[in-house]
């Protein structure tokens, strides 16, 4: 008799242990208070817009004489589609377009192409990165 008492007490306090570390679990897992996330700034300025340039064209320049007589205008924010937004122009001589470049959050989410509206006068210097990231 006294077996199965113990028995018993041993199976019920596993029981109880074993919903313990359950709900601990879940808590530890997103059952808890979820942190708040940080509020995204769309007009964030682009640090690294350079870079993300260089890694688009370089899935859109086909030769590597292309990567040469670039130009790139420093990040200025503009009015796009009613929202003021980060836009660079940039110039590839070697292929006879200009392309706009429009940052959300401070992230590349357009490439399209320029125009004067955007691109008109701006003041463009060497996109040496472009250059530097040239294929051999």
Known sequence: MRTLAFKTVLVCASGLLCAGLILTGCTSFGGGKKEPEPEMDPNLY????????VNVLRGYLTNSSDYTRASISA????????????????RLDAIGKERLAIFNNGRLSQFIDATPQYCGGVAYRPFTEL???RPK
């Not at 200025?76 to 836009?87: C, G, T």
């Open 46 to 53: 682009p640090s690294g817009y350079e870079v993300e340039i």
């Open 75 to 90: 990040p200025a924010l503009k009015q796009f589609d009613q929202q003021s937004r980060y836009v660079v122009c940039v």
């Open 131 to 133: 250059e530097a990231a």
